[in-house]
């Protein structure tokens, strides 16, 4: 029934990267004209073969996932031989579900993209296949340098997708986003270098270099100073407040399906690298710093939440309910125990998936209203019934009821960091009742209530838009019902992880 890794091409995970950089240039091949549905069609058919090439390799990996080699699929060639570094790519149980949840949400995207991509179709579709290769990178790259190159690469599709296609203050969000990633990059930078060079690592082979045991023999301040240069980059990304200012401005003036992107996977990379390269690389360290991470983590929860509970745009009330459910991660990470870790990596999935009908939604809403502005909706449900109805179930798997994937993890998110932080858990319970708060709020507010004559007439979710939700709630509820699918994946990953703490 299943295909032995081994038996697969170690250029499986080479092949995912490859393929959109194939479609991006067949869609630049095509011919000057840009009133051509052509790129739409390229796109789809290339995110959906890389898409059911992840799942291939996702089912055989399932089975092995208990060996003792954690990374499979590997491909490998000496890169730059001077530097000893190479071209290292892998999959483990962390690494896995995030690779499977980029290529889904890339080809969800990019049917979602079927009517925002009229004005400059090609390029917008290359800068798409462009952001994919990249974004699969960062999540498979083994060497720390080729790691940092993808980080890097991912930032060029991004910034333009948002500035070109985005809203009025288009430009402020990208140069905004660009800026605090690059800034918070440097920090990484100079930790590698560090690595490299100060603990005489001479090597970016990230397996070699976390079991060798050679960071571990550093006093703990520089441990620490190396640390925080790793965490600046990725508190950026997931975020960690004060770090957060750049996502609400992203958001609100990204088109859509960059929105859905920013959300379901670029923030997962802020939350992998803390698991991956903090975790990983020092373990003592995030021992040492666990109660604050943790603080930082509850602050991220119950501030977002807050925030997420004032707003007056339908973006901005995702956007920092983004920033509220990824605390849940950091608070998962600083509990250093195996509840909490399998909870806080499951988190980084569900979330990927439940943001993403979130913002889907938003973008039916506001495709026909032409606003988001809470304030002037309201009584769209007798308009729009299976919006409401889905909206309403997306608005249930986002508080965690139970059924959907959200749940599962946040259940093991609390029940690992009580044993850790019983005081700040309890103060992170304020996450969930806030939560359901501002969700169950913007449903009654934007559909429920009297109806206004001004939208009468507004149609309901068409055909693309039904597949795009439907397909996400597949994987939510599968998720959710059926949790060991993808536990029984991330699992040796987490034990691995926690037995650098010896």
Known sequence: MFINPTELNTLTLTALMVIPIIGALIIALQGKSEN?????????ATTFTVFVLSVVMAFSYWPYAGGENQYLFRDTWNWIPFLNTSYDVAVDGLSLPMVVLTTFLIFICSLASWNIADKRPKLYFALFLFLETALIGVFTSVDMLLFFVFWELELIPMYFLIGIWGGPRREYASYKFILYTVLASAGMFISLLAIYFYAGAYSFDYITVSQSGILRDLSMFVQVLLFLGFFLCFAVKLPVVPLHTWLPDAHVEAPTPVSVLLAGVLLKMGAYGLFRFNFGLFPEATQYLATLLAVLGVINIVYGAFLALAQTDMKKVIAYSSVSHMGF???GLASLNHMAFNGGILQMFAHGTITAMMFLMVGVVYDRAHTREIAKLGGLAQQMPMASALFLVTAFAAVGVPGFNGFVAEVLIYVG????FPILTIIAVLGIILGAAYMLWLQERVFFGPR?????????MNGLEKFNMIACLIVVLITGILPFLIMDIINPATVQLLGLLG
């Open 417 to 420: 960091a009580f044993q850790s």
């Open 36 to 44: 051509t549905k052509a790129p739409h069609y390229i796109a789809a």
């Open 452 to 460: 206004k004559a001004v939208w009468n007439g507004l149609s309901d």
């Open 329 to 331: 991660v950091l608070l």
